[in-house]
């Protein structure tokens, strides 16, 4: 299969749509990365997903749509749910909430689970999509599983060039962070992955596959990787943050923000490296700093 690669317009939305609708599964940006979207109402276009991927099928996708109504016919939203959601929506939150009976969405999306992460994204190229097709899409991020997240279509390309026949480029993502997720299914609100927008809530338990990125190993260079390092050895590719510089930086002025948009670039950046190693500099456990800790944390597992 040839993988193209089409600038964002109304040319290319129309034509990743007519994929979508003919089975098919396309690569989009979202404001956090890159996403793979297939017709989440389709088994088979769903599984092309996972073939894509190569994705384990006890790991569940989040299903995005163009607002909270359209939310609302697929899952339960509670009170708070419906907070959250009324709050943060369009934007970088997903929220696992009981799935409706009758919602059509197939179940290979859930992994057999009796919940479903939904999310309406912000980024304009997704949602144009949405609309375009008019069905819910189920859309991880576009990159084989487990390894480095893509923000830019180079990295797409990168990982899954042969696998899928387009990816619309809109540059590089603007949070280059997954999506907090939160689930909402009685009794407290429970964190299940920590990301760009800070939600008071108890810690998810890691025993049973929720949602995405709760793998123990996920993310993942393909060299080993050592974090919390104030100095690489000769054989490691330093990626620095702060005063600590290295071959390159998540932010040499400390700022979250920036690092969270750098990180998986630099990772790719690190890969791509000859050096075989890769060390990355600490990063404070406070704000978007615990979202990134997290990505390394299982990146480096």
Do not use: C
Request: no cysteine; glycine share 8%; charged share 20%.
């Amino acid at each position: 299969m040839e993988t193209r690669i089409l600038p964002l317009n109304a040319d290319s939305i129309a034509e990743a749509a007519q994929l979508i609708l003919a089975g098919q599964v396309v690569a989009v940006p979202t404001e956090t990365v890159y996403g793979l979207a297939a017709d989440a109402t389709s088994s088979e276009a769903v599984a092309r997903i996972y073939e894509a991927k190569r994705r384990p099928a006890f790991n569940p996708l989040i299903v995005h749509v163009p607002d909270l109504a359209a939310a609302e016919q697929i899952g339960k939203f509670d009170d708070r749910a419906e907070a959250l959601a009324s709050r943060h929506w369009p934007g970088p939150l997903t929220l696992v909430v009981p799935l409706r009976a009758g919602s059509r969405i197939a179940s290979i999306v859930t992994a057999g689970l009796p919940t479903i992460g939904l999310r309406v994204p912000e980024h304009p190229a997704i949602q144009q999509l949405l609309r375009a097709v008019g069905r819910p899409l189920a859309a991880p991020s576009a990159n084989a599983s487990g390894s480095i997240s893509p923000t830019r279509a180079e990295h797409v390309l990168k990982s899954l060039d042969g696998r899928i026949p387009l990816i619309i480029d809109a540059g590089a993502t603007e949070r280059g962070l997954e999506s907090t997720i939160v689930a909402a299914t009685g009794g407290p609100l429970r964190l299940l992955r920590p990301g760009p927008i800070a939600i008071e809530a108890e810690v998810g338990s890691a025993d049973r596959i929720e949602a995405p990125g709760q793998l123990a190993s996920h993310y993942a260079p393909s060299k080993p990787l050592r974090t919390g390092a104030v100095d690489a050895a000769d054989d490691e590719y330093m990626i620095g943050f702060g005063e600590i510089t290295g071959d390159a930086s998540l932010s040499p002025s400390g700022n979250l923000v920036e690092a969270a948009a750098r990180l998986f670039d630099l990772l790719h950046q690190a890969d791509a490296s000859a050096k075989p190693r890769i060390a990355v500099a600490p990063i404070p456990e406070e704000g978007l700093g615990a979202a990134i800790n997290d990505r390394l944390r299982r990146a480096s597992a």
